[in-house]
């Protein structure tokens, strides 16, 4: 079964910075695409980062470039989110995404076939 497993999450004060990690025990990581996307209260999911099988490249949204940044330690199974910054609109419940279809890296959900339970950020004023 391939489950990404997220952690890393918290309280935070605004202006603090936080790194989550998502670990796909799986023996072919490298065959992946990695994404972030996040879900706040009451609204709907919304892509955050995703990176590329063998982080070549990644793409962003366009309110998170800057702030936000995406790596992966393919040797470790691993993707992780560094947010700096952090605002009250940052809080959201945070979902490790993967997918190993072929094609270009995707930023919507329908894009990764595996999701992780997620991990609660929580930006506080």
């Known amino acids: 079964q391939v489950q990404p497993v997220e952690s890393g999450g918290g309280l935070v004060q605004a202006g603090d910075s936080l790194r989550l990690s998502c670990v796909l025990s799986?023996?072919?990581?490298?065959?992946?695409?990695m994404g972030w996307f996040r879900q706040g209260p009451g609204k709907e999911r919304e892509f955050v980062a995703a990176?590329?099988?063998?982080?070549?490249?990644?793409k962003y949204a366009e309110s998170m470039k800057g702030r936000f940044t995406i790596s992966r330690d393919n040797a470790k199974n691993t993707v992780y989110l560094q947010m700096n910054s952090l605002q009250s609109e940052d809080t959201a419940v945070y979902y490790c995404?993967?997918?190993?279809?072929?094609?270009?890296?995707?930023?919507?959900?329908?894009?990764?076939?595996?999701w992780g339970q997620g991990v609660q950020v929580t930006v506080s004023s």
């Open positions: 995404a993967a997918d190993a279809r072929a094609g270009d890296l995707e930023t919507a959900p329908s894009g990764f076939r595996y």
């Open positions: 799986v023996q072919t990581f490298s065959w992946y695409n």
């Open positions: 990176i590329s099988h063998r982080g070549s490249y990644s």
